[in-house]
């Protein structure tokens, strides 16, 4: 993915992301009561249907979304939001879904 030179966000496509890789994921750790979402690098192990498994520090751990370590995480996309400047957006509404 790119940065807009205008709003600083981040707008393209993602690298994609082969098994053997090193990726970015998140994962929930629980501690007590508590819930944090941890982000880490780790490599990526297996694509799955529902997800990706990731091993991490000898440690399988379950994504629901990866991407390269080059490119800002799925929690970066998740706070600051992608650029949606004029022009842009039509790019990414473009779906597969056509019923
Ligand atoms: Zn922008």
Redesign the pocket.
Known sequence: MER?K??H?W?GKPKEVKVGDDVAFTFEKVSGKRRQICGRVGKLFLIKDDGFSVIYRGTVHHADEVASPDEPSPLTLAFCGV???EG?SADSAKGGSDD
């Open positions: 807009c205008q709003c966000k707008y650029c949606e400047c842009r």
